[in-house]
């Protein structure tokens, strides 16, 4: 069987019985992973189970600062109320019946005094079960071996060199904020594509003259792209992570974020380049920012690339928050050898990526919950 994964930590979750009930969990005390079965046998009757089983599925919203052990996917945040009328909150994945206890949270269980009457199956049996079918989801949802893509169009994305998501959690609602992002660069290329050089000389964003036009270059310049290419992969970036970005935090809270990560990057290439006068172009400081959001809310995302060794074709992948960090890392290097020689603002990209981690930490400790 596959390892159980904390989704606070992201560290291996370590096994043990109680009751003759499965339970995983963290070496560093940050929470427990209990079945939904193994629920039913710690509280010694179905009542509770049942009735966590019943809001968990009827609540439309997920969170996603803790991810199933299991699929990896943002569970259900879900409030009971306990019979000395104290709150508690357990978060549970439906696809997998897998509830998660933040540290001493077990212990709040109510207990009845007899077993349920309408257990048909001993619980031995009902626990193994239990136990098979976390085995069987570990196997559906792991990365661990297999990184081929799931789709056949992120066959041909990863041929042309770009990454893709494995085991992405699915969308909830329709990611319009991102695609009107999108469309709005695509239609402002195609109106400009016979005049790039005169538009991105009068709407670029310039260090030295960051007021010019009122200060709207630092706007106008997140929408315009220097080239098809610079266009397609920024672009492909935005579709690739901002729709469960979007998903996770509303959209209200996704424009907001959007606003401060393009800001915040245009800050940080002012200081760095502020003696040049290059326009510089691109939605890839607000996009970095995405990246960064997306490897906090979903670490453990498998991210898949393609290599080429002679004839022969090979995926692999790692998790997300892996991905991120060879990426900054690589953002990092080129920026100090780089300087200002190159038409590429890596500072502008680290900018955006240092908002999106400030972000994601105030989202992951919940200091305001998603939308």
């Given at each position: 069987?596959?390892?159980?994964?904390?989704?606070?930590?992201?560290?291996?979750l370590?096994?043990?019985?109680?009751?003759?009930?499965?339970?995983?969990?963290?070496?560093?005390?940050?929470?427990?992973?209990?079945?939904?079965?193994?629920?039913?046998?710690?509280c010694?009757?179905?009542?509770?189970?049942?009735m966590?089983?019943?809001?968990?599925?009827?609540?439309?919203?997920?969170?996603?600062?803790k991810?199933?052990?299991?699929?990896?996917?943002a569970?259900?945040?879900?409030?009971?109320?306990?019979?000395?009328?104290?709150v508690?909150?357990?978060?549970?994945c439906?696809?997998?019946?897998?509830?998660?206890?933040d540290?001493e949270?077990?212990?709040?269980?109510?207990?009845?005094?007899?077993?349920?009457?309408?257990?048909?199956?001993?619980q031995?049996?009902?626990?193994?079960?239990?136990?098979?079918?976390?085995?069987?989801?570990?196997?559906?949802y792991?990365?661990?071996v297999?990184?081929?893509?799931?789709?056949p169009?992120?066959?041909?994305?990863?041929?042309?060199?770009?990454?893709?998501?494995?085991?992405?959690p699915?969308?909830q609602?329709?990611?319009?904020?991102?695609?009107l992002?999108?469309?709005?660069?695509?239609?402002l290329f195609?109106l400009?594509f016979?005049?790039?050089?005169?538009?991105?000389?009068?709407?670029?964003?310039?260090p030295?003259?960051?007021?010019?036009?009122?200060?709207?270059?630092?706007?106008?310049?997140?929408?315009?792209h220097?080239?098809?290419?610079?266009?397609?992969?920024?672009?492909?970036?935005l579709?690739?992570?901002?729709?469960?970005?979007?998903?996770?935090?509303?959209?209200k809270?996704?424009?907001?974020?959007?606003?401060?990560?393009?800001?915040?990057?245009t800050?940080?290439?002012?200081?760095?380049?502020?003696?040049t006068s290059?326009p510089?172009?691109?939605?890839?400081?607000?996009?970095s920012?995405?990246i960064?959001?997306?490897?906090?809310?979903?670490?453990q995302?498998?991210?898949?690339?393609?290599?080429?060794?002679?004839?022969?074709?090979?995926?692999?992948?790692?998790?997300?928050?892996?991905?991120?960090?060879?990426?900054?890392?690589?953002?990092?290097?080129?920026?100090?050898?780089?300087?200002?020689?190159?038409?590429?603002?890596?500072?502008a990209?680290?900018?955006?990526?240092?908002?999106?981690?400030?972000?994601?930490?105030?989202?992951?400790?919940?200091?305001?919950?998603p939308?």
């Open positions: 069987m596959h390892s159980l994964i904390c989704p606070q930590c992201g560290q291996k370590q096994s043990a019985f109680r009751n003759r009930s499965a339970i995983y969990s963290c070496k560093d005390y940050h929470g427990q992973a209990v079945t939904l079965p193994g629920v039913r046998a710690l010694n009757s179905s009542k509770f189970a049942n966590l089983w019943q809001k968990a599925y009827n609540q439309p919203q997920v969170n996603p600062a991810l199933c052990p299991v699929c990896r996917r569970m259900k945040s879900v409030p009971l109320t306990l019979p000395d009328n104290s508690l909150e357990l978060d549970v439906c696809s997998c019946q897998l509830v998660w206890f540290w949270e077990l212990e709040k269980l109510p207990q009845e005094s007899s077993p349920p009457a309408e257990a048909a199956l001993p031995k049996a009902r626990t193994i079960m239990a136990l098979h079918t976390i085995e069987k989801q570990s196997r559906d792991s990365t661990e297999d990184d081929h893509p799931e789709n169009w992120q066959f041909l994305a990863g041929l042309m060199g770009f990454p893709v998501e494995k085991n992405a699915p969308l609602s329709v990611p319009c904020v991102t695609w992002l999108g469309l709005t660069c695509i239609v195609g400009t016979r005049d790039l050089a005169g538009v991105i000389a009068n709407w670029g964003f310039i030295e003259l960051w007021f010019r036009k009122g200060g709207l270059t630092i706007i106008s310049s997140a929408f315009l220097g080239s098809l290419p610079h266009l397609a992969g920024n672009m492909y970036f579709m690739l992570f901002g729709d469960n970005v979007e998903d996770a935090i509303g959209k809270r996704y424009i907001l974020l959007i606003i401060f990560f393009e800001l915040f990057s800050l940080l290439y002012c200081i760095f380049a502020s003696d290059i510089c172009v691109g939605a890839s400081g607000f996009i920012g995405i960064a959001l997306y490897a906090v809310l979903f670490p995302v498998r991210i898949s690339c393609c290599s080429r060794f002679f004839w022969k074709f090979y995926w692999w992948g790692m998790p997300a928050w892996l991905m991120f960090a060879f990426w900054i890392i690589f953002q990092t290097i080129m920026a100090v050898l780089a300087g200002s020689t190159i038409n590429v603002a890596y500072t990209h680290i900018g955006g990526a240092a908002a999106g981690l400030l972000a994601g930490a105030i989202i992951r400790t919940k200091k305001f919950a939308e």
